[in-house]
């Protein structure tokens, strides 16, 4: 079974764009949650979603903004991009959400000038 | 909020070497803990979970963490380390109530096990 695929693998942004990266969790899971994981600190949590609603957010600005599709991929925006914004933003997908064990994808390196 | 204390940011071994990674948080109630490692060029995988019961658990690889309610702990240990351990460590607490689905990440720790 494939596991959480996530896209693009890399990206190159300046500052000001806005990005858009994409997750498709693994068959049959239906919470997504998003993390930020910034250079020698562990991973940070922006968002969850389950069943297509937002459970949960995390301490980000409304820069940042995520949807759940009706196939349960999501999608991770983040608007007036700053240098601060470079990190490896990681995707988990549960069966529940809730306590349900997460699996993670390989992450989107995102890099802003 | 809760936080998660890692102590050791680098650890160095040599093979067959006994490891033992700090994990400390901070929620005075009810948690579910877990151990993830990412392997270099991997992405985060499961290494062990708590959720309740026996607080000694045993993951994959060898690998088991003692659950310490009243040190709030929850370390990592293997007997002797192989080459293969080398990557980096990160210690996770899911707590309730509101933030139920939500993982609180330690900064992680670098093992770096020598042949």
């Known amino acids: 079974d494939a596991g959480v695929t996530q896209s693009p693998t890399h990206l190159i942004k300046t500052r000001g764009q806005h990005v858009t990266l994409r997750c498709s969790p693994i068959?049959?899971?239906?919470?997504v949650s998003w993390y930020q994981q910034v250079l020698g600190q562990g991973p940070q949590f922006i968002f969850q979603y389950y069943e297509k609603e937002e459970r949960g957010r995390g301490n980000f600005p409304d820069r940042f903004s995520a949807r759940q599709f009706p196939n349960y991929s999501s999608e991770l925006n983040v608007n007036a991009l700053l240098l601060g914004d470079s990190a490896l933003y990681l995707c988990a997908s549960s069966v529940a959400g809730g306590d349900s064990e997460q699996f993670f994808g390989p992450g989107t390196r995102l890099t802003v000038l | 909020a809760q936080s998660v204390s890692q102590h050791n940011h680098h650890v160095i071994l040599s093979e067959a070497a006994s490891l033992e990674l700090g994990c400390n948080y901070s929620?005075?109630?009810?948690?579910?803990l877990f151990w993830y490692v990412q392997y270099p060029g991997q992405h985060l995988q499961l290494l062990l979970k708590y959720f309740s019961g026996d607080p000694l658990v045993k993951g994959i690889k060898g690998f088991e963490a003692e659950f310490i309610k009243s040190k709030f702990s929850f370390n990592l240990r293997k007997p002797s380390v192989q080459w293969s351990d080398t990557a980096e460590y990160f210690c996770a607490v899911n707590a309730g109530g509101s933030t139920l689905g939500r993982l609180y990440f330690g900064r992680g720790t670098q093992l770096t096990v020598w042949p």
């Open positions: 068959s049959g899971h239906k919470s």
């Open positions: 929620y005075g109630g009810t948690v579910n």
